[in-house]
């Protein structure tokens, strides 16, 4: 009798610190993968649109060549980002060295989820707000190199970021003005 009593216990523990152990150990694969030193942009350099960051003297960035685990329920943060030319996403974007229309669903992904390119043009499925919206990946929000011409002087991106055009936010129902919000996404 107390083998049956103390059995589902023990599997209960188990597998609650066997959750617990996969749950941190997916953060933790991921870390920095060194320092960038900020430079403060050239007067009016840094363009603020979408509250964007600028970066400033002196502070160290963390810069990241990887990115947490891809599944069928990837936890990120979504960011606004402007992929038209003159705007706040610095250079054209990475998959085909165009600008592109902020009134289409698009996306950037942080480097490691850019993965070189491989995603490019494919459609990724983005849940937030009790809604979900197909986006194509287009660009990569550089989690490597930052504070530039080509990064409009802006820090380099965290690891976790779905950077979506106007059209993405818009699909969820929620205010560019929000600025951040969590998600989870996919591929298709």
């Not at 490597?144 to 011409?149: E, F, K, L, R």
């Amino acid at each position: 009798m107390k083998n049956q009593i103390y059995s589902p216990t023990l599997a209960l523990i188990l597998f609650l610190l066997f959750v617990a152990n996969f749950s941190s150990g997916e953060a933790q694969s991921c870390k920095p993968s060194g320092k960038l030193k900020g430079k403060k942009p050239p007067p009016g350099q840094c363009n603020r649109i979408n509250d964007s960051d600028c970066c400033e003297e002196g502070k160290l960035y963390d810069t990241y060549k990887c990115s947490p685990t891809v599944s069928s329920h990837t936890k990120a943060t979504l960011t606004v980002n402007c992929f038209e030319e003159n705007c706040d996403g610095g250079a054209p974007s990475e998959c085909d060295n165009k600008y592109h229309s902020d009134d289409i669903p698009i996306v950037a992904l942080s480097t490691g989820w850019f993965n070189k390119k491989s995603r490019c043009h494919h459609n990724i499925t983005i849940h937030g707000n009790g809604r979900s919206v197909v986006a194509m990946v287009v660009d990569e929000c550089d989690s490597t190199a930052g504070c530039d011409s080509d990064h409009d002087y802006q820090p380099p991106c965290p690891n976790n970021i779905v950077d979506g055009s106007k059209a993405v936010w818009k699909a969820l129902g929620v205010s560019t003005d929000v600025g951040e919000l969590p998600i989870f996404w996919a591929d298709n």
